[in-house]
């Protein structure tokens, strides 16, 4: 009994001792080296390398939708515009290369962040300015036949920097809106008059003209489209005079809106839709039944 009882009492003594030797050694193993460390910091640097991309990715694809819900807006404007023109024009635009949006604003579109793609730095200056006439000033590019004012459906206001596109592209930051506007078929200089503007009749049922003979695969001269496939606006892209980047003019290029990836695109039927770079031309010809001039990369 006395041997049991000594025995007892030695491990009630030996066991905090015991105990605090385990901690100690566990404190030890969990201590990381250097090299350890350096290992750690490497597989973290390579995780970021690889993730960083992807959310860079995501965060342009949630600007990419954006900048088309902006498209869908100035689509539903155009709809509402050409139900109350005298000739049911889906545009207010005077001919193939003019890009006004002020027909569409404030009436059909009040919010000036519509005409902003989230994926530049575009701003407009938002002073209000008299209705200029004529507009524009060389009455021979007005092939409408109508005066500025009624273009407008009688605004009160223009906006300036609703007149243009943004000069410097997407990292222009004053001067214009990021959106074009496609208002005419068959659009050439050369053609004046004879230019078709986009109405809801003209679209309804309309027989390709241009004999684009230099690219047959979107030769569709004598084929007829509809308003589903006629474009009213898409992303500005014209090109930059000295940046690289934007090489070509109506064309995805690396410095445009989204990059080389596409362009969001409104149709006269009200719709928008993203449309790749694959698929440009052959969408663009089929919207504008308009030429363009070879691609360079």
């Avoid at 088309?68 to 290369?97: C, P, W």
Wanted: hydrophobic share 35%; aromatic share 10%.
């Amino acid at each position: 009994m006395v041997l049991i009882k000594e025995s007892l009492s030695c491990s009630r003594f030996r066991r905090p001792f015991e105990v605090v030797s385990m901690n100690l050694k566990v404190i030890k193993r969990a201590a990381f080296t250097l090299i350890e460390l350096l290992v750690v910091i490497a597989i973290i640097a390579i995780l970021a390398g690889l993730l960083l991309p992807v959310l860079a990715r995501s965060k342009e694809r949630a600007k990419r939708t954006g900048c088309l819900n902006n498209q869908r807006q100035m689509g539903i404007g155009s709809q509402l515009y050409a139900d109350d023109d005298e000739k049911h024009a889906f545009s207010g635009v005077t001919n193939f290369k003019e890009d006004d949006l002020n027909w569409l604003h404030p009436k059909y579109v009040s919010n000036l962040k519509v005409f902003i793609c989230p994926s530049t730095r575009n701003e407009i200056n938002e002073t209000h300015l008299s209705v200029p006439e004529p507009y524009p000033s060389n009455t021979s590019e007005n092939w409408t036949g109508l005066a500025y004012r009624e273009r407008l459906h009688d605004n009160d206001y223009i906006i300036s920097d609703l007149q243009q596109i943004a000069p410097d592209g997407r990292v222009g930051m004053f001067g214009g809106t990021s959106y074009e506007v496609a208002g005419y078929l068959n659009g050439a200089w050369a053609l004046n008059l004879d230019n078709i503007r986009k109405t809801q009749s003209s679209v309804a049922s309309y027989t390709y003209k241009l004999n684009n003979a230099g690219s047959p695969q979107y030769n569709f001269a004598g084929q007829t489209g509809g308003a589903s496939e006629m474009w009213i606006f898409y992303d500005a892209d014209d090109p930059g005079i000295s940046d690289g980047t934007r090489p070509n003019n109506d064309y995805p290029d690396a410095g445009d809106n989204h990059g080389t990836a596409g362009s969001n695109v409104t149709f006269c039927d009200g719709h928008s839709a993203w449309v790749t770079q694959k698929d440009f031309l052959r969408s663009w010809y089929r919207g504008t039944d308009e030429s363009h001039v070879p691609v360079s990369n």
